[in-house]
T-cell receptor
Framework: DAGVIQSPRHEVTEMGQEVTLRCKPI?????LFWYRQTMMRGLELLIY????????DSGMPEDRFSAKMPNASFSTLKIQPSEPRDSAVYFC????????????FGPGTRLTVL | AQTVTQSQPEMSVQEAETVTLSCTYD???????LFWYKQPPSRQMILVIR??????QNATENRFSVNFQKAAKSFSLKISDSQLGDAAMYFC??????????????FGQGTRLTINP
């Protein structure tokens, strides 16, 4: 299996622009997670889905952030408009549903907002 | 809300020696899971070891083992025979039992481990 696939790996954009991050989970996994990693706040969950349905979006910073999962094999995280403080590494992870099950992380997208 | 604390921002160890990374957590739940993840410079998050709270026996994976003290809410990671490839950031993480709702991982701030040759 190819693992969790994220694109792009790096994104540099200017403040005010729309940014879309993409994730393809491992085939057969029914839970998908979006995390953000910064020096100040560490690793924090933004949102997660079970069977394509958003379950907990309490970590989404503000209305500028939105996430979708139109089907079991694809999810997007969109930031509109982007701000410099959104600069971070964004990870997508997937797992089989169940707290014991390992969450497999993608390689992350490093976002820089100028 | 659950919190995870790693009190050692940085640790270093000589190659082939043993090192222990500390982690404490705060929760009112009785059933949960604990994890150690490794993040090398490639930034890929890799699961090292996991522990179910209802199990008294400490988990072991080859050179990696944990010391799980439920009453003290402590979950330390021991790396034996340290190798250069063990150099990375190590994150302790907590996950609720799914029946209690939250499947998310709550991470500590991480410990940067350096291996000296």
């Amino acid at each position: 299996d190819a693992g969790v696939i994220q694109s792009p790996r790096h994104e540099v954009t200017e403040m005010g622009q729309e940014v879309t991050l993409r994730c393809k989970p491992i085939s057969g996994h029914n839970s998908l997670f979006w995390y953000r990693q910064t020096m100040m706040r560490g690793l924090e969950l933004l949102i997660y889905f079970n069977n394509n349905v958003p379950i907990d979006d309490s970590g989404m910073p503000e209305d500028r952030f939105s996430a979708k999962m139109p089907n079991a094999s694809f999810s997007t995280l969109k930031i509109q408009p982007s701000e410099p403080r959104d600069s971070a590494v964004y990870f997508c992870a997937s797992s089989l549903r169940g707290s014991y099950n390992e969450q497999f992380f993608g390689p992350g997208t490093r976002l820089t907002v100028l | 809300a659950q919190t995870v604390t790693q009190s050692q921002p940085e640790m270093s160890v000589q190659e082939a020696e043993t090192v222990t990374l500390s982690c404490t957590y705060d929760t009112s739940e009785s059933d949960y899971y604990l994890f150690w993840y490794k993040q090398p410079p490639s930034r890929q998050m890799i699961l090292v070891i996991r522990q179910e709270a209802y199990k008294q026996q400490n988990a072991t994976e080859n050179r990696f083992s944990v010391n799980f003290q439920k009453a003290a809410k402590s979950f330390s990671l021991k790396i034996s025979d340290s190798q250069l490839g063990d150099a990375a950031m190590y994150f302790c993480a907590y996950r609720s039992e799914e029946i209690q709702g939250a499947q998310k991982l709550v991470f500590g701030q991480g410990t940067r481990l350096t291996i000296n040759p």
